[in-house]
């Protein structure tokens, strides 16, 4: 369904692919659409058949000197034959220039903003970006990274660590405190008073 068919492109000896250029686009109006914003598609299989079937009828190849309309791929959008912008339009017709997106990176900050106020107005639903959560982290100097958590340890674990001659007087306070504030066991803390 995807290929625009052009008449450079088709084996014009290929019963199959001699009208294929012919078989799509075809403008179709009613009333106040007469001017054709409508187009038929035929499925390529369908297209190969009626193309096979106006050779065998006797109809002669198409001769692009004889032409007075050229095929105009869609000048914006998917390159399909579904692309109703896609049109027969008269030979010496020029090629609209291509529409080029400007990328928001280029954009101004203010510019953005319009930019996607256009598409809420529009009806596009576009959130506001979610704004990272806060969490509150303290950060004690002394117990970063924890050396020992006498909660975790027996009362002769963490009477022994006190004891030991390579702790030092800090570590020796910052346990204590960790012990008074968390469990409070009295064989610790009677141990190491004052």
Known sequence: MGKIWRIEDIDPNNPEERFLPALQFIPVGFGSDSGGRNRIV???ALARAISKHMT?????????????????????????????MGTWVPVDEEEPEPVVIQDPATMTVR?????????????????EPEEPQRTARVVDAVDEPP?????????TEVNAYLRDSKTSDLERRRVLYAERKNKARPGILKRHQG
């Open 111 to 127: 510019e953005r903003e319009a930019q996607i106020e256009r598409l809420r107005y529009m009806g596009y639903r576009i959130n």
């Open 147 to 155: 050396q020992f958590d006498p909660t975790t340890h027996t009362v």
């Open 56 to 84: 065998e009828a006797g109809c002669p190849p198409m001769d692009p000197a004889l032409a007075t309309k050229k095929v105009m791929r869609p000048y914006r959008g998917e390159q399909h034959q579904l692309n109703a």
């Open 42 to 44: 035929f499925p390529e």
